[in-house]
C-alpha cells in the first residue's frame, strides 16, 4: 500500500512559496483569529478543549497536555503560574521545532498566548537552544510585532488580560531540556535536574511556583485545537494517539527531511520508503532508531507481537514486521520502543552498528550533567567501552561488560536521562549482539586512550 | 571573594550602551535577577569575545551573586569560552546523522585546509593566524541534511568539501 498523503496542520504553510515568518504574511493566512476566538471563552473552557483533544505532549514523553494542564487547580493556587516553551531541540534526530521557529514563530507565539491566557499565566519564557541564534532573533522580533499589534502585553485587545513573553537562551547543554534542568537553568544556575517528587513543574517549578513546559510542538498544535474543537482534533489520528505529528527522517535514506502525518496514519515501512525514496544508493535496511536517539534501536526484520483491535471491538494478537509498524505512541511503546521526539534515524547494511552505537554513547557521556553517579560513571564507561570495540581495541567480555553497566543506570538517577543514555545501548548491544561479539573477538588487545575529537 | 580562572584579557572599558543593554536583559526577569546570568554571559562573550575574571565579577555584582555563581555556569555550559577561540568559529555536528553524513571527514578536511594540527582539551583548534577555530559540537537539529556546521551564528547545511573550501575563502 502507497504511504497515505501528508496531513499538513502546523506545518501547512511552512516551506509555501512566499510564506514569510513576518505577521502581516501570518495575519494575512488567518492568524490570530484563533486568539480572538479564546478570548470569548473563559480559561477553564479552554483547558477542556485541550482535555477532549486528547493531545498528547509532542517533546518527547508523551504526556497528556490537558492532564498537565489540569495539575494546576486555579481555585486552590495561590501563587503565580508560568509557562515554559521548551525550545530546546537537542534530542539528536529531532529537527522538527526550528522549522516553525524559523519559519512560523507567529504561530508558536499564538499558541502560547493562548495557553497562557487558559492557565492565567502572565508571565512566560521561551527557552531555546543557544545554537538557534537566529531563531532567538526571529522569536524576539515576532513578538515585538505581536506586542505592536496588542496580541501581547498589557491588556491584550481590551480583554483585560496581561501577558509577556521573553526569549530565553540555553549554552549548548542537552540536559537543558529536561524540564526541571530547563527551570534551574532558566533561574540562572547549573542546569541539575530536581528530584520529582516533590519537584514536579505543576507544583514546584520556576521560582517554586506551579510552571507548565510544553514543547513547541504541542504548543502549536493549542491554537489549532482552538480553531477545530477538541472533539473535532480528536477525530484526526487514532484514539488516545490524536492528531498529527511531525516527523523527521535522517540518516541512510534517499530523501530525508520533515513530514507531518496523521498520528498513526502509515507505517515505517511506508515513512521510508515511499515518502523519503527508500535507501540511498540501493542499500538494504539494518536499523532504525525510530523516535530520537534515545529510543530503542529496531533491527531490519524483526518481528514483534501487538494487539490489534478489531472492528467489534476485540483484540486480537498480531505479528508485524519492522516495516509494518505504525507509527503512533502505543504501538511504538507496545513494541518496546517509542514515538519519543519524532526523529527518525535510519542506518543501513554498509555501517558498522558498533561505531554508530558509539557514536551516541559519546553524545550521552558528554551530556551527563553528573549528579548522579550510575549516570556520570556509566554514561563515561559506555563510551569507553563501545570506543574501544568500535576502534579494534575491545574484548569478548566487553560486551556483557557494556550490558551490564547499562542494566545498572536505568531507575536509579534523578532524571529520565538515565533511561536515554542506557536505552541505546542495551537496545543495540541485545539486538546486534553477534556484531559486537564480532568486534570483542577481533579486537587487539589492551584498549588506548580514547581519540575522538573532543 | 574572587573567582578564579586563566585570564589574558586585559580590563575592557564597558560602554555606556553595553550596561544599558545589560540592563534591558536584566528587565527580562522581574522576578529573579539571578536569572539574567545566562543572557549577560552570552551578550558578554558575542561583545568581548570569551569570559574573562572581569566578566564573571562584573556579572556576578551586576545581579547580587558571589563570582562562583557565574564561573560554575562558564565551566558547565559548553557555549561558554575561557579563552579566545578564532575570529571565525567553526562548529561541526558530530552527532550520528551528520556523522553518517561525512561530518568526521568534514572536520578533518577542515583542520587540514587550515592547518591545525592539535587541540585542547575541550576538542578546539585554532590556526595559527587565530582567525579560525574549527571544533566538534553535539546534534543542531538539523539531522536531514547532514554533514552540518555553524560559522559562528551562521548555519550551513549539506556542506561539502568544495563548499568548505569556499566558506573558508568567504570568511578569510
Ligand atoms: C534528557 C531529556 C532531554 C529532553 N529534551 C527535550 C527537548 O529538547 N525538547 C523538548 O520539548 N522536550 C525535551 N524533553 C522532555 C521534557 O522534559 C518535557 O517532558 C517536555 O518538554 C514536555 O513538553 P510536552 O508535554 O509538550 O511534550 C527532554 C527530556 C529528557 C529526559
Ligand atoms: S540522570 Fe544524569 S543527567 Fe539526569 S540528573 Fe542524574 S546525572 Fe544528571
Ligand atoms: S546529528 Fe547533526 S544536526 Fe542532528
Sequence with gaps: MPAPAEYRLVFKHIDEPGYTNDIECYQRHGGYEQLKKAFTMKGPDIVNEVKASGLRGRGGAGFACGVKWGFIDPTKNTKPVYLICNADESEPGTFKDRQIIHKDPHQLIEGMVIACYANNVHLSYIYIRGEFPLGAKILEKAIAEAKAKNFLGKNILGSGYDLEIYVHRGAGAYICGEETGLIESLEGKRPYPRIKPPYFPAVLGLYMCPTIVNNVETLCDVKHIIAMGGANYAKIGKPNNTGTRLIGVSGDVAKPGYYEFEVGSLTLGQLINDVCGGLKNGRKLQAVIPGGSSSKVLRAGEKYKIKEKQADGSMVDKEIGLEDIPMDFDTMAAIGSMSGSGGVIVIDDSRDIVSCLANLSEFYAHESCGQCTPCREGSLWMKKITRRLADGHGRVEDVALLKSVADNIAGRTICAMGEACSWPVQSFVAKFKNEFEAKGRAGKGPAVAATNGH | ?172
Design chain 2, 1 to 172: 571573594m574572587s573567582a578564579t580562572c586563566h585570564d589574558t584579557q586585559d580590563h575592557v572599558e564597558l560602554k555606556p550602551e553595553f550596561v544599558a543593554h545589560a540592563d534591558e536583559l536584566i528587565s527580562h526577569y522581574p522576578v529573579s535577577k539571578r536569572s539574567a546570568s545566562l543572557p549577560l554571559l552570552h551578550f558578554w562573550q558575542e561583545t568581548h569575545g570569551y569570559i574573562s575574571n572581569q566578566a564573571v565579577e562584573w556579572i556576578a555584582g551586576k545581579l547580587g551573586l558571589n563570582p562562583i555563581q557565574i564561573l560554575e555556569l562558564v565551566t558547565f555550559y559548553p557555549m561558554f569560552r575561557q579563552h579566545p577561540a578564532g575570529k571565525f568559529q567553526i562548529k561541526v555536528c558530530r552527532t550520528l546523522s551528520c556523522q553518517l553524513g561525512g561530518a568526521y571527514e568534514l572536520r578533518e578536511h577542515f583542520m587540514k585546509k587550515l592547518g591545525i594540527t592539535k587541540v585542547d582539551e575541550h576538542g578546539l583548534g585554532i590556526s595559527a593566524d587565530g582567525k579560525f577555530s574549527v571544533e566538534f559540537v553535539e546534534c543542531l537539529a538539523s539531522c536531514g541534511t547532514a554533514p552540518v556546521i555553524m560559522v559562528n551564528d551562521d548555519f550551513y547545511e549539506g556542506v561539502s568539501h568544495t563548499q568548505a573550501d569556499e566558506l573558508i575563502g568567504k570568511y578569510s
